[in-house]
């Protein structure tokens, strides 16, 4: 079984709708990542999450929310989308602050139509 | 917010031929990752790299940390077609925010 997973793995939708992507993981990490990537630019961080209590924002957080319910799971909200935030969507995670490597979950694209 | 420089953004290549890639930065890091994203799926982590000067290999693959802290290199020794894909540099801080920035990428296509 995979360590990261996310749901859905495709998802269309219309303009103004909301919608939630889904993270959990089973490697045991505290720290959990959203990423957004387009294409030529790379994966940007939208927010990050050291445990249950801290969530912090990334460089592009504008119009995104995040819920982190437990250790293993970490959600992004499109609170109201629209068509520029058609992208791939990351979740990945990490150990400790020791060792900043992170793994990656396979994605959801996300259409918004 | 900074992105690292990754060149070349792409390159075809004849199976059986070496590659390199690198990774720039003005910034100094005390980590670098190197990562490869297959079509449709999440990046995988090839390698870390700690200490400056380090070489690690990962079978046909070898990263080098610069003496610089600014940057670093991947070799693929010997491509087959499954090497296609979208290889990605970080940077990090081990002791810290953990917080990775990542380079533009460089895709590999492969020509049998």
């Known amino acids: 079984d995979a360590d990261v997973t996310q749901t859905p793995r495709n998802r269309i939708t219309k303009t103004g709708k909301r919608i939630m992507l889904e993270c959990s993981q089973t490697k045991g990490h505290d720290r959990m990542y959203w990423y957004r990537q387009d294409p030529g630019l790379g994966l940007r961080l939208i927010y990050y999450s050291f445990d249950v209590k801290d969530i912090n924002k990334g460089e592009i957080s504008d119009g995104y929310s995040v819920s982190r319910q437990a250790q293993a799971k970490f959600s992004l909200s499109l609170e109201s989308a629209i068509p520029n935030q058609t992208a791939l969507y990351f979740c990945?995670?990490?150990?400790?602050?020791?060792?900043?490597?992170?793994?990656f979950g396979p994605g959801t694209r996300l259409t918004v139509t | 917010g900074q992105q690292l420089n990754q060149s070349p953004q792409s390159m075809f290549i004849q199976e059986g031929e070496d590659v390199s890639m690198n990774c720039t930065s003005s910034s100094i890091f005390n980590t670098w990752l190197w990562y490869k994203q297959d079509p449709g799926e999440g990046p995988v982590l090839l390698i870390a790299?700690?200490?400056?000067?380090e070489l690690t290999s990962n079978g046909r693959l070898t990263a080098q940390f610069g003496i610089t802290r600014k940057d670093s290199f991947l070799n693929i020794s010997a491509s087959i077609p499954s090497d296609v894909g979208i290889y990605f540099c970080a940077g990090g801080y081990t002791g810290t925010a953990s917080k990775l920035t990542f380079g533009t990428g460089t895709r590999l296509q492969v020509t049998l």
């Open positions: 990945a995670t990490s150990a400790d602050r020791t060792f900043p490597e992170q793994y």
């Open positions: 790299l700690y200490k400056a000067g």
